[in-house]
């Protein structure tokens, strides 16, 4: 592999990081897939091949490979197999994102958002299907206590706090939502909702965050949300002149910066610059801006930020609340 060695050195940091983080979460199967695939010359000519970027991201491939409903609880029955199906598992990957937005995060952001004067009108960035657009359909437990939410909510987010949370009593109220991605996703469409339900990693815990997903998906399919197909750093201020004059604009985003160029990222941050309204950040630390106290103390956490200032940390699926702010 002599010939694409900066590529595969790329492709090999990026897979080793996402086996160390299965081997955290619980998703032993997808370690040893993805740590045996950057010893395989084949496979990684296969990989280095796609698009630079997060076309080949390990998230991206493994997910295309459930979706055609190929093997991937071990690295003995997923190598041949990919081998001998890769043009439709490439021809996936390219339409595919493996963004499809955690519904779980929204508790760790809820005492943000429940923080803003209300009515609130949403505008997520990297939204795929929009399911984080509903945090007023969720219902949500802080440490164990009695939920807060809709009592006829079906999907119910749990988390555990650490240091000075303002756990919130009551669910914001939103009355304008909308979502802005590159390829959104349909909850209405079989296909679309099989795709996500692919991303959901094989190990402990697994039933649950299918049924939640599901739970989610059908939250959002009986009340769709204005879904706008189109570039987040283009489209943020038009969508955001959409929002009724009468509501609270926050403009958020979970897991999306990390997808993008550093350039991209920087045009994006320059852009909610113009934006009149909240800003709502959960990410990694490693794309935001040079912010105090950025970096979370627990390597896997996001940070939380509310217009530019850190306010806490939270756990990769929203199952933990760490406040700083």
């Given at each position: 592999?002599?010939?694409?060695?900066v590529?595969?050195?790329a492709?090999?940091?990026?897979?080793?990081a996402f086996?160390?983080?299965?081997?955290?979460?619980?998703?032993?199967?997808?370690?040893?897939?993805?740590?045996?695939l950057v010893?395989?010359g084949?496979?990684?000519?296969?990989?280095?091949?796609?698009?630079?970027?997060?076309?080949?991201?390990?998230?991206?491939?493994?997910?295309?490979?459930?979706?055609?409903?190929?093997p991937?609880g071990?690295?003995a029955?997923?190598?041949?197999?990919?081998?001998?199906?890769?043009?439709?598992?490439r021809?996936?990957?390219?339409r595919?994102?493996?963004?499809?937005?955690?519904?779980g995060?929204?508790?760790?952001?809820?005492?943000?958002?429940?923080?803003?004067q209300?009515?609130?009108?949403?505008?997520?960035?990297?939204?795929s299907?929009?399911?984080?657009?509903?945090?007023?359909r969720?219902r949500?437990?802080?440490?164990?206590?009695?939920?807060i939410?809709?009592?006829?909510?079906?999907?119910?987010?749990?988390?555990?706090?650490s240091?000075?949370?303002?756990?919130?009593?009551?669910v914001?109220e939103?009355?304008w939502?909308a979502?802005i991605?590159?390829?959104?996703?349909?909850?209405?469409?079989e296909?679309d909702?099989r795709?996500?339900?692919?991303?959901?990693?094989?190990?402990?815990g697994?039933?649950?965050?299918?049924?939640?997903?599901?739970g989610?998906?059908r939250?959002?399919?009986?009340?769709?949300?204005?879904?706008?197909?189109?570039?987040?750093?283009?489209?943020v201020?038009a969508?955001?002149r959409?929002?009724?004059?009468s509501?609270?604009v926050?403009?958020?985003?979970?897991g999306?910066?990390?997808?993008?160029?550093?350039a991209?990222?920087?045009?994006f941050?320059?852009?909610?610059d113009?934006?009149?309204?909240?800003?709502?950040?959960?990410?990694?630390?490693?794309?935001?801006?040079?912010w105090?106290?950025v970096?979370?103390?627990?390597?896997?956490?996001?940070?939380?930020?509310l217009?530019?200032?850190?306010?806490?940390?939270?756990g990769e699926?929203?199952?933990?609340?760490t406040?700083?702010?």
């Open positions: 592999m002599a010939e694409i060695g590529e595969a050195e492709v090999v940091g990026q897979y080793e086996a160390a983080h299965c081997e955290q979460g619980s998703s032993p199967a997808y370690a040893e897939i993805a740590r045996a010893r395989d084949v496979v990684m000519e296969l990989v280095c091949a796609l698009p630079e970027g997060d076309k080949r991201a390990p998230e991206l491939l493994l997910g295309a490979v459930r979706f055609l409903g190929g991937v071990s690295w029955e997923f190598r041949p197999w990919l081998v001998e199906h890769w043009e439709p598992v021809a996936v990957v390219l595919r994102s493996a963004r499809t937005g955690e519904v995060r929204l508790a760790s952001m809820l005492p943000v958002l429940a923080s803003l209300g009515p609130l009108a949403l505008v997520e960035v990297g939204a299907a929009g399911l984080c657009l509903y945090p007023d969720y949500y437990s802080f440490d164990g206590a009695a939920p939410g809709p009592a006829d909510g079906e999907v119910l987010l749990e988390c555990a706090t240091g000075r949370v303002p756990v919130p009593g009551r914001p939103v009355v939502r979502g991605d590159t390829h959104p996703l349909d909850v209405g469409v296909e909702v795709w996500m339900a692919s991303l959901v990693r094989p190990g402990a697994e039933r649950e965050r299918t049924e939640r997903l599901m989610a998906v939250v959002v399919a009986a009340d769709p949300p204005l879904l706008v197909a189109g570039d987040l750093v283009e489209q201020q969508v955001v959409r929002a009724p004059a509501a609270t926050v403009v958020m985003h979970s999306v910066l990390s997808w993008l160029p550093a991209k990222v920087s045009a941050v320059g852009a909610m113009r934006v009149l309204g909240h800003w709502v950040v959960d990410e990694a630390w490693q794309c935001l801006p040079g105090p106290r970096r979370p103390p627990v390597a896997t956490d996001l940070t939380l930020a217009d530019g200032r850190v306010v806490g940390y939270g699926r929203g199952e933990s609340v406040w700083s702010g």
